[in-house]
């Protein structure tokens, strides 16, 4: 099973920043699209930020303006930058990648714990 490695979480004051990275396989080919999604407990999980094969990139309107998602091609990573992080921004983050070669395919890596807290 393929999975996408994270890193970068750890614990943070509010106000804070954090990078999170994502290592892309480089055998998952024609990836469409690259995610971020994060889990509180209790909570479903949710789409945090996207940036397509393009370089298009989409939000959830509670981290717009302060979160970043960006992707280096040359390294299969991609980013997101957290800034001003708040105590709801706590949970588990993973990313996600959408293929669309032969079949269409989603695959995850295995999350890393974000906690927003003074």
């Known amino acids: 099973q393929v999975q996408l490695v994270e890193s970068g979480g750890g614990l943070v004051q509010p106000g804070g920043s954090l990078r999170l990275s994502c290592a892309v396989p480089r055998s998952i080919l024609s990836i469409t699209a690259l995610s971020w999604y994060r889990q509180a407990p209790g909570n479903q999980r949710d789409m945090v930020a996207t940036i397509t094969s393009t370089g298009s990139t989409n939000y959830a309107d509670s981290v717009k303006g302060r979160f970043a998602i960006s992707r280096d091609n040359a390294k299969n990573t991609v980013y997101l930058q957290m800034n001003s992080l708040k105590p709801e921004d706590t949970a588990v983050y993973y990313c996600?990648?959408?293929?669309?070669?032969?079949?269409?395919?989603?695959?995850w890596g295995q999350g890393t714990q974000v906690t927003v807290s003074s």
């Open positions: 996600h990648a959408f293929s669309t070669g032969s079949a269409a395919r989603h695959y």
